[in-house]
């Protein structure tokens, strides 16, 4: 019998809104290989892309988002080869596009939208 491992990816998550609430749930998450950097200082931030196979923007859909900050991390991180996906959290009735949905698509490889918080870690946990 074969056994086949699965690379672990290193994932860094950061809140994309003012609040980043949903992002800074990742501090409890305990997931292997998942860490949360909070997107304020950008030297610090820098260092944290350092061996990341993956940034996480996540965000609540109502949130508002730093978009200039935002697209100058995704950039970045593309420049380091760095896999850019976006996470929004909405939790209210299904309605049209939003800006940040827009803002994410330009900033991100992949955008996800999930209806549930706990839906989030799960993501993110699959993405590992």
């Not at 196979?53 to 991390?73: N, S, T, Y």
């Not at 900033?107 to 706990?118: C, G, K, T, W």
């Amino acid at each position: 019998m074969t056994r086949v491992r699965r690379a672990a990816a290193r994932i860094v998550v950061t809140g994309a809104g003012r609040s980043a609430g949903a992002a800074r749930a990742f501090l409890r998450a305990e997931l292997d290989g998942v860490r949360y950097q909070p997107l304020d200082a950008q030297s610090e931030f820098d260092g944290a892309l350092g061996d990341a196979d993956m940034l996480v923007f996540v965000a609540g859909a109502a949130e508002q988002v730093d978009q200039k900050r935002m697209h100058a991390v995704a950039s970045a991180a593309r420049g380091r080869g760095i896999l850019v996906a976006a996470i929004v959290l909405d939790t209210g009735p299904p309605d049209a596009e939003t800006r940040l949905l827009a803002s994410f698509r330009e900033a991100a490889d992949m955008v996800m939208i999930v209806r549930d918080p706990d839906d989030v870690r799960a993501v993110i946990a699959a993405l590992r």
